[in-house]
């Protein structure tokens, strides 16, 4: 299997501008995530989707920030205005989503940087 | 209070040399524990995970990890480092099986010396 799979790799924006992230989670997993990572705050959830439907989204930031999941082998998360604040890393993750602990395997990764 | 504490930012040792990460978890979360390993510029990685079964914990890698109530300790062992294993190193909770989010300590970067 391919893994997930994140696009782009790194992504160098001016403020204001919209960004979109993609991801393809792992054939046949039903739960998705959204992770961002920064130096200040470490590695924090922003959103769980399972079966396409987001459950959790009490980690995204603020309006700015948006998800969509609109099948089960592809998600979004947009940005809109976006700002200097925003340049993380973001990971996506799936799961087969049976359990709680199924394990979750990550991507490589989004490296946003907003000017 | 933290769900997850890990104790060193950095931790050196020489090849060869005995691993030891350590992760402490509130008492207030369920038992379900992981550790991941992160390579430069690269995803995380699973190398074992704790959900109630046996305690000590044998992941990928050579690393193992033991489960203690007593000490709300989960620490990460290996006994002989390999410069491969440079990295870090994450210990994470399920703190909300419902809301299923991992929370994740705050890392702990491992070099080791030839």
């Known amino acids: 299997d391919a893994g997930v799979i994140q696009s782009p790799r790194h992504e160098v924006t001016e403020m204001g501008q919209e960004v979109t992230l993609r991801c393809k989670p792992i054939?046949?997993?039903?739960?998705l995530f959204w992770y961002r990572q920064t130096m200040m705050r470490g590695l924090e959830l922003l959103i769980y989707?399972?079966?396409?439907?987001?459950?959790?989204d009490s980690g995204m930031p603020e309006d700015r920030f948006s998800a969509k999941m609109p099948n089960a082998s592809f998600s979004t998360l947009k940005i809109q205005p976006s700002e200097p604040r925003d340049s993380a890393v973001y990971f996506c993750?799936?799961?087969?989503?049976?359990?709680?602990?199924?394990?979750?395997?990550f991507g490589p990764g989004t490296r946003l940087t907003v000017l | 209070a933290q769900s997850v504490t890990q104790l060193g930012s950095h931790v050196s040792v020489s090849e060869g040399a005995l691993v030891l990460l350590r992760c402490n978890y509130s008492?207030?979360?369920?038992?379900?524990l992981f550790w991941y390993v992160q390579y430069p510029n690269q995803g995380l990685q699973l190398l074992l995970k704790y959900t109630s079964a046996a305690t000590l914990v044998k992941g990928i890698n050579g690393f193992e990890a033991e489960f203690k109530k007593s000490e709300t300790s989960f620490h990460l062992t290996k006994p002989s480092a390999h410069m491969s294993d440079a990295a870090e190193y994450f210990c994470a909770v399920i703190v909300d099986t419902g809301r299923r989010a991992l929370t994740f300590g705050s890392g702990t970067r491992l070099q080791v010396q030839p």
């Open positions: 993750a799936s799961s087969r989503g049976q359990t709680s602990t199924d394990t979750q395997y």
């Open positions: 989707f399972n079966n396409n439907v987001p459950i959790d």
């Open positions: 008492s207030s979360v369920p038992p379900y």
């Open positions: 054939s046949g997993h039903n739960s």
